[in-house]
């Protein structure tokens, strides 16, 4: 029998999980239907709030992946259970039995032409935060240009019922933050403003950095919901929005307007589930069997998750369960004997 | 050959039936006048005044006729539906009819008995071998066994209403029960009751065969009175539950077609027009079936609840089933009666006590002021980039007034003003294009609105970019009457200032407003849809057809509300294939992001949606059009397929 184990997802989580397998003597088989590894880690400028760049942390991820078979542009068409293990059959033709699979889908963005009333794709100064990540990256972006007044708008289909999404993605509080300070650092006259809900920042330093927004940076927080967005005669965005501290209705022109897209399941969670047998929650998410005392753990013997394929996670969150999936990984084979 | 059988025309058993007689007619004469002395002076002038009309007249006995004995509209449904209801309707009639007719024709002293005719083979003796004696002994079994078999369908719509076309069926009261059994009775009783006869005189094809089929019954002459005691109670019971049951819609009808003839609107809930409204409801329950709310359950918030409540005056669940419709007034587009439901609706909202309620008047003083000069606020536009400026009226109004009423009163007129710039410009006709608040929130429909308009030339301006008042539909459909109209009346300022000669309204809600509560002389207020299909008809606009399949959903207050149903129907075709949707036109489901809904749950108003989309997909389209903004980003949030607006379909095949 081999020692295969099969992580569905190149992301950060799918890596490390894979390597510590490595380390632990299986041959781990990682599937990513991308053309390259690393998922959103790969497309991300720097992280907060060390602003460490991604670029930095993904290839120290990638570094040693000797003894890890990696599929690119593959995915998985079928998962059929044996008595005891499972066959996992890939679109590269290739399949292979294993007693362990461990999910590591993570999330895709929120499609913010959804929220059709902020504009995306409609105006030409209206990005999401993926966009801004990859002009930091260097790519061009023609909707970015000496933009004079800049404003993000945080919870971008997250926490909105009517885009189908109640639950907070975590990290674009943060991720809004240290994108105003880089803009800020980019075109240090504008003016930027952050249309907030409520800001949550629960991690270590993350309070810090938005303090440092505020009085390093200027940047103009602003409590309240954008309620539209159009465009004047000159191509400039007008912004309406509540200001509920003030209590008072707001307009603004600007210039750019940065959508902070939240974090959903992706589609792809659905099939899956079918396959395994693991149903995903309300939000498309996977649930842990117990999501407090193991958060690696299914309800289905050999089945296990790690990083976002549970919910919006930090990156190092994100690393630390690929981990501790491996840990878990590694216990129950020795428990049921390969 | 023909003599009176019972000496003095009288017997006992006929109380029972004489009595309740005597109670529906007294209970209907005070409603009556109870209904009357509601409508105010005016609705009271109109009303006598159009039943003197010799037109009115002709009308109103037409629609009597067709509504509430033939239930034309019940037939149009389903013919079973509508045969049931007809045959126990109309034979019933015709049973009287004849029994009167027999009365006049034998023994026409006797007609100011008001038993008598009922009761005519119990006290008459009438030979059934004259032609005259058999023709009527022959139309008398015919109807009565017309009225049976309306019965025996109505039994068999107790158990399988489905086959009838309805899914659902109304829950009864206690006493609409005592009066459907008592009706049904009636007829089997009365043949019984008159099978006695036909052993002593004659009968015809129903009576003859039922006196021998129960001989040994029959043969007992004892058994006669209690038979005719048996159907007189049966009637008896039937009219004295009847003025607190459904059935009260056979008198009320006839007073409520005059009533609509003349012109009469819905002024409170539960008073005059709106009572007559109330007991015409027959409780058919073809509402419910109608009602998008009622989808995975039996609805109890269908209009044939409200009017329940209403007539109870339950306070709360009344308002609970006014506050939660989405307004989408399918229910009273099918409903045989055609009761207002949405009017009444709007009635008992209007009545609702708010805490705090919007006061617009500011927006008189903006427009006066801004008459003066607009050329400060072309200084405050040009030197700020930020602006704590109201382009909606529902949030001005938290702020403070006071010192900002100068400035935003001169933002808002310089719309005016710069469209008086422009009419120099403009040809004959001169659009105004009003977007509304819901496309404001839909960028797209603006967007693809603006290119048709370029592509075909037309010069127009906007009368809501950038500043813009509510058309006031919302406040309207929450019953803030007042309120609503303060908005009018300052949205006809500028609409009339700027000399414009079509008003062009691109979502359906603020269409409607503008249709039904504006006065706008000399303007014509035009859907977009009207528009561009008129332009296209004309040669002005320009459209390929396309390969693609479209299906279209008519939104509530374009359709059933204004009429709209052809034009965006025409124009999608020229620039697409159409297919058709399971329900469509005036039965078009609602997207279920109605503005009218005051309560309806998020949850609720997704299952909604759900079903009008499995409802417009099932001729596999590969896009929905929709021509409302609001329908657009309701079911773009869960359409698997795309969704587009209509002015997108045509800008994406334009020439």
Known sequence: MTKNVVVIGGGASGIEASRRLRDLGYSPVLVEKEDHLGGHLASWNRLFPQMIPAKDILKSLTSDMKGIEVFLNTEVISINRLKDSYVVKFSNGLSAQVKAILITTGFTLFPAQKKQEYGYGIYDRVITNADLEAWFNGNKDKRVTDPQVIGFVHCVGSRDEKAGNRQCSKVCCATAVKQAIEIKEKFPDAVVYCFYMDLRMFGRGYEDMYLKAQKDYGIRFLRGRVSEVSEDINGRLVVKADDTLLGKPVKISMDLLVLMSGMIAPESNMELSKMLKVLPGEDGFFSPANAISNPTLSNRDGVFFAGAATGPKTMPETLSEGRAAALEIDSYLKRVGD | MMHERVFGSFDLFVLPFLVGMVFVLLFCLFGLLRILYQLSREERLKFYASLLNPANIIKNLKDIFFDCLIHVKLWRRNPLLGYMHSSIAFGWFMLIVLGHLETWFYIPERMELIYYPIFFRYFMQVSGTTVGGALFFFLMDFFLLVVLSGIGLAVFKRFRSRALGMKRTTRLTLL????????????????????????????????????????????????????????????????????????????????????????????????????????????????????????????????????????????????????????????????????????????????????????????????????????????????????????????????????????????????????????????????????????????????????????????????????????????????????????????????????????????????????????????????????????????????????LKYVYHDPCDLGRGCGIYEEPREAIERAGHLVKAGKERKESICCGGSVGSLALSYEERVHITEHSLENLTVNAPDCIVTACPLCLTTYAKQSEIKVEDFAQVLVENLK
């Open chain 2, 176 to 547: 609409d029960y005592v009066a459907l059994y008592s009706l049904w009775l009636i007829f089997p009783l009365r043949w019984i009751a008159e099978g006695f006869t036909a052993g002593v005189a004659g009968g015809s094809f129903m009576t003859v065969p039922i006196n021998m089929l129960l001989s040994s019954f029959m043969k007992n002459p004892e058994n006669i009175t209690i038979a005719w005691w048996a159907y007189s109670m049966a009637l008896s019971i039937f009219m004295f539950s009847l003025p607190f049951t459904r059935y009260m819609h056979i008198p009320t009808e006839i007073l409520l077609i005059p009533m609509r003839n003349a012109g009469l609107k819905v002024r409170r809930h539960n008073k005059g027009y709106a009572l007559a409204q109330l007991y015409s409801c027959p409780s058919c329950g073809v509402c419910i079936d109608a009602c998008p709310m009622g989808l995975h359950r039996r609805s109890a918030d269908a209009t044939v609840y409200m009017v329940r409540q209403f007539k109870r005056a339950n306070q709360a669940r009344s308002l609970e089933i006014a506050e939660k419709c989405l307004m989408c007034q399918k229910c009273s587009s099918l409903c045989p009666i055609s009761i207002d439901a949405t009017e009444l609706r709007l009635a008992f909202r209007s009545r609702q006590k708010y805490n705090i309620l919007p006061d617009f008047q500011y927006l008189k003083r903006y427009l006066a002021l801004s008459a003066e000069d607009d050329s400060a606020y072309a200084q405050a536009q040009n030197g700020q980039t930020e602006e704590n400026s109201s382009g909606n009226p529902v949030m001005a109004v938290v702020s403070s007034i006071g010192s900002k009423v100068k400035s935003i009163g001169q933002k808002i007129m310089s719309l005016g003003s710069s469209s008086k710039e422009q009419q120099e410009n403009i040809g004959s006709e001169k659009v105004l294009y009003y977007a509304g608040c819901m496309t404001s929130l839909t960028p797209v429909v603006r967007e693809s609105v603006e290119k048709l308009l370029k592509a075909s030339g037309v010069e127009w301006s906007n009368m809501d970019s950038g500043r813009s008042i509510c058309c006031g539909r919302p406040l309207f459909l929450s019953g803030k009457m007042e309120q609503a109209r303060q908005l009018v009346e300052a949205n006809s300022e500028i609409i009339h200032n700027s000399g414009a000669s079509i008003l062009l309204v691109s979502c359906a809600i603020c269409y409607r407003m503008f249709k039904e509560k504006y006065s706008l002389e000399g303007v014509r207020v035009m859907h977009y849809t009207e528009y561009f299909n008129e332009l296209i008809k004309e040669g002005r606009l320009k459209v390929k057809r396309s390969a």
